[in-house]
């Protein structure tokens, strides 16, 4: 993840047109993390397809770049245990406050680490390693090498590795910034727009609060560069990396032209 040097497209006008009162935030900082984590329930699609294949296959999971929770907590009402690992001590503070109001049954089956899921060693295995939100597209070659190495090293054989990416759609000829509104369970309401050249390796989302607020009021912008890792590609590398390809599901898109793809995958005997 990082914080882009200028916002392209009609984003960095808005931004611009702000002045002073524009503040650029990270989306996994202390502000950030809670705009991402009230805009958690966007896409319901991939949280049933996961929790569906995840009852599949019982045993404990590890649920990477976990967030706020958006995927642990429905993993943890299912029953399972589930250790919850993520980079950022912003979101898995949110997530420690979501644990506090849960039952304490619930709570006592869930351990929260903070890790790099490109780098993590944990002292045992699980049978379901999952990694939502199309986060894969957050890490780099290196980065994504040195998951694939982790996550061979905990998971249980025969356990399955589920993961999402993005599924770019062709046919597109349009723009290349989209932009979205969206109101959250909260009633709050953003503006996203998504800048992205077709055949570029990153994209560029900046969220904006729909409204200003007075003309004096400072206003929060959260902003995130990252990467567009096709599933054929993502598929490749995992062949590579001693993967097994199980099952390929293309999730209605969100964007017109970004969708995501799951896969379910298990370590090559």
């Excluded at 993840?1 to 002045?19: D, V, Y």
């Excluded at 958006?70 to 950022?88: C, F, H, I, K, Y």
């Excluded at 989302?205 to 206003?219: E, L, N, Q």
């Excluded at 390929?248 to 799951?262: F, I, M, N, Y």
């Amino acid at each position: 993840m990082t914080l882009p040097t200028t916002i392209p497209g009609r984003a960095g006008e808005l931004l611009a047109s702000l002045g002073d009162r524009g503040v650029l935030c990270d989306l996994y900082d202390e502000v950030g993390s809670e705009v991402y984590h009230d805009m958690a329930g966007r896409d319901p699609q991939e949280v049933r397809e996961l929790l569906g294949l995840v009852r599949a296959t019982p045993g404990p999971v590890l649920d990477l770049a976990a967030g706020s929770g958006r995927l642990t907590m429905p993993l943890l009402a299912l029953g399972r245990e589930v250790t919850a690992l993520d980079l950022s001590e912003h979101m898995l503070a949110l997530l420690r406050t979501r644990l506090g109001l849960a039952s304490a049954a619930l709570r006592e089956r869930c351990t929260v680490v903070r890790g790099d899921m490109s780098a993590f060693a944990l002292a045992r295995r699980f049978s379901v390693i999952v990694l939502g939100t199309t986060s894969i597209s957050l890490l780099d070659e290196r980065g994504r090498a040195g998951l694939y190495e982790a996550v061979r090293a905990h998971l249980e054989p025969g356990g399955r590795f589920l993961l999402t990416t993005v599924a770019v759609d062709p046919a597109y000829t349009g723009p290349a910034e989209m932009e979205e509104e969206y109101t959250t369970d909260s009633g709050r309401t953003y503006r996203i727009f998504e800048y992205w050249a077709t055949g570029d390796a990153a994209r560029t989302v900046t969220i904006f609060p729909a409204d200003a607020g007075a003309a004096s009021d400072p206003v929060e912008v959260c902003t995130t560069r990252v990467g567009v890792l096709s599933a054929d590609r993502l598929e490749a590398e995992l062949a590579a990396a001693g993967f097994t390809i199980r099952g390929r599901t293309v999730l209605p898109a969100v964007s017109r032209r970004l969708g995501d793809v799951l896969l379910e995958t298990e370590v090559r005997a």
